[in-house]
């Protein structure tokens, strides 16, 4: 199985929809990991889709740091997307932080441990 820091999370950036989505004044992107963790899903909706994209990969790979697992990029990974995708469809206001944390705890016995 083949891991790489950018592929491996490409399935969670399916979570918050197409660039179609923006509205007129979307928020910025966060230039740090504490501003990062409080945007909420309906605000990465809005983002332009190369921020989102940046977005979802810091925090991913913080949380899965964190976790001490990689997310592979295969149907694991993208079984996370789709949890990740419904946190945010179910819960718009939360925290994608939080929605992405508990995606990776929910499948954590499934992710490869980081070595």
Avoid: N
């Amino acid at each position: 199985m083949k891991l790489s820091p950018a592929a491996s999370v490409a399935a969670l950036l399916v979570l918050t929809g197409s660039a179609g989505a923006q509205v007129a004044q979307a928020p910025a992107a966060p230039t740090t990991f504490d501003d990062a963790a409080y945007i909420t899903c309906r605000e990465a909706h809005m983002m332009p889709a190369e921020a989102r994209k940046q977005l979802a990969l810091m925090l991913a790979d913080h949380v899965a740091r964190h976790r001490g697992v990689l997310v592979p990029d295969d149907q694991r990974g993208t079984e996370l997307a789709y949890l990740v995708r419904g946190g945010c469809t179910l819960a718009p206001d939360a925290y994608l932080f939080t929605v992405i944390d508990r995606a990776i705890t929910a499948e954590i016995a499934k992710l490869p441990k980081r070595q």
